[in-house]
């Protein structure tokens, strides 16, 4: 088996669940403006898939040129995607219940017990976990501790027909972007933390077993501690400030469209996407 980086096996194998294009690295650059960190990727963004597994942000086709999204980022005679109707995103509150996951194909999930661990308890003191294995050579996860809420443009045909009229000046904007790099966000799921994992078994004579302890929330993070025998490619565990609100006890309300607030900041854990390809 060739060797892989931890992201293509993420994004390989989780694009098989049809749930959108899994980031690797999710959050936003931390050089963009506070105003776009805060919410993270929204419906309307235009990105560029990075080799690593994340995403560079260019502008959001939804907002006006003078948004504080958007200033001095849109191309010379930018005119925004304007939605007729005021419910054009469609939202879908907690699609993604608490400690929901996304798991590649022939992966079984169970709860354990944390407390009384020993290959946990310098990390966690009480909570519990949950443990994902295969005896397949290659798996992936996506861990929802705090659920997620989903949205979804209601017209997905305007985006495709605003995607072939600008797309040509779109690779000419972004001269760095190669062929195939370039994303219109249509959609988008929003959780408040999440854990990844992806790791490859170069023997059939061993199983891959991931192990997440989903326990107190610590300087913003959300441990994750041990894995199973195997070979491990990538992990990583985040999580936001544990200060943020929580509108609704173990879930996540992050009602952000095009020209209102975000109720709390949250981070995508999925994009759906409409690719922009020229051959």
């Given at each position: 088996m060739s060797d892989q980086p931890a992201h293509a096996v993420y994004t390989k194998l989780l694009l098989r669940q049809s749930h959108g294009r899994p980031l690797w690295i999710p959050e936003p650059d931390s050089n963009l403006p506070d105003v776009y960190?805060?919410?993270?990727?929204?419906?309307?963004?235009?990105?560029?898939?990075?080799?690593d597994g994340g995403y560079d942000f260019l502008f959001n086709v939804c907002a006006e040129a003078h948004d504080p999204v958007n200033r001095d980022r849109v191309p010379p005679q930018f005119q925004p995607l304007r939605i007729p109707s005021s419910h054009a995103i469609r939202r879908i509150p907690y699609i993604h219940c608490r400690n929901a996951?996304?798991?590649?194909?022939?992966?079984?999930?169970?709860?354990?017990?944390?407390?009384?661990s020993a290959e946990m308890t310098p990390f966690v003191t009480g909570g519990g976990g949950f443990e994902f294995s295969t005896s397949k050579a290659e798996?992936?996860?996506?861990?929802?501790?705090?659920?997620?809420?989903?949205?979804d443009t209601r017209r997905r045909e305007?985006?495709?027909?605003?995607?072939y009229q600008n797309g040509l000046s779109w690779y000419e904007y972004a001269q760095w972007a190669p062929n195939g790099t370039?994303?219109?966000?249509?959609?988008c799921d929003k959780a408040r933390s999440w854990m990844t994992a992806a790791a490859t078994c170069p023997s059939k004579s061993h199983t891959i077993s991931v192990k997440f302890a989903v326990g107190p929330?610590?300087?913003?993070?959300?441990?994750?501690?041990?894995l199973g025998a195997r070979r491990v490619l990538g992990l990583m565990v985040l999580g936001?400030?544990?200060?943020?609100?929580?509108?609704?006890?173990?879930?996540?309300i992050n009602a952000y469209s095009c020209g209102d607030s975000p109720l709390l900041s949250g981070k995508i854990a999925l994009c759906r996407k409409y690719g922009v390809l020229f051959s």
């Open positions: 960190r805060d919410k993270g990727v929204s419906v309307g963004d235009l990105v560029i898939l990075t080799d996951s996304i798991a590649s194909a022939h992966v079984s999930k169970r709860t354990i017990a944390v407390e009384g798996a992936a996860v996506l861990m929802l501790p705090d659920g997620g809420n989903r949205y305007l985006f495709q027909q605003y995607a370039l994303y219109l966000v249509t959609g929330i610590v300087e913003g993070r959300i441990l994750c501690i041990h936001c400030t544990p200060t943020i609100p929580i509108l609704c006890p173990g879930k996540i």
